[in-house]
């Protein structure tokens, strides 16, 4: 009954909202892909302008496993070039047609628009990761560093990125660089265990979170404090340091 009532204000009005909103969402959760997709298709060719149908019908192409079509609709949409939304779908297209060097351009497009965007930054530093250039990928997380406040998230992918290319001690070593040029951010002194986490040092990784944990009690150290414990075969332990 509802799914009539909603196709009848779209018949008259293809793209109504939130009844599009609505309409797709009941398709999409009885897998009605194409179904989906054909409202999206009509309500955008009433509205060829509109960006968030471009944006919408992109994502359903990418869904449905047709990521060449969902390109070309952030091709042919005009602003795209300056919507962060249609460039973020631009990228998935790329990425799933295994374009990567265009998905590495498309994201800078988008931090050019939003140097602060954590998404965009996160996702340009994997790609340049993943094509094993280090270097590149650290200067785009310095330039996060320089564009937002302190992260922590940045901090530790800057420091996973050190970790990968020169192993430990060199993700130590930019670690304390880290936490040398702002000391009021705290939460930089979890970066060590981390690491040492990351690579497989649970052992390692309990002493440096039970160092910075000593100097600085916090819920945040706590918790990986615990974590920790787990990996290392302490899992008693662990979790009395989350009562």
Known sequence: EAEKLLGDVLDKSPSSEPALSIMVNMMLQTNQTAKAIARVERARATAPGDL????????????DQQPQKALDVTNDAKGANNDETILGVRVAALVALQRQAQARDTLQQILKLNPASIPARRQL??????????????????????????????????????LKAGGVDAALASAQRLADQDRSFAQATALPGD???????PAA???????????????????RLATAMVRNNQPDEGWQKLV
């Open 205 to 223: 990784a309990v002493k440096a979170y039970a160092a910075a944990f000593a100097a600085a009690p916090s819920s945040f150290l706590a918790v």
């Open 125 to 162: 530093m994997a790609l340049y990761m993943q094509a094993a250039d280090y270097e590149t990928a650290r200067n785009v997380m310095k330039e996060g560093l320089v564009a937002r406040p302190p992260d922590y998230q940045f901090y530790q992918d800057y420091v996973m990125i050190d």
């Open 52 to 63: 968030r149908l471009a944006a919408g019908l992109a994502q359903l192409y990418i869904r």
């Open 195 to 201: 690491i040492y986490l990351a690579a497989d040092r």
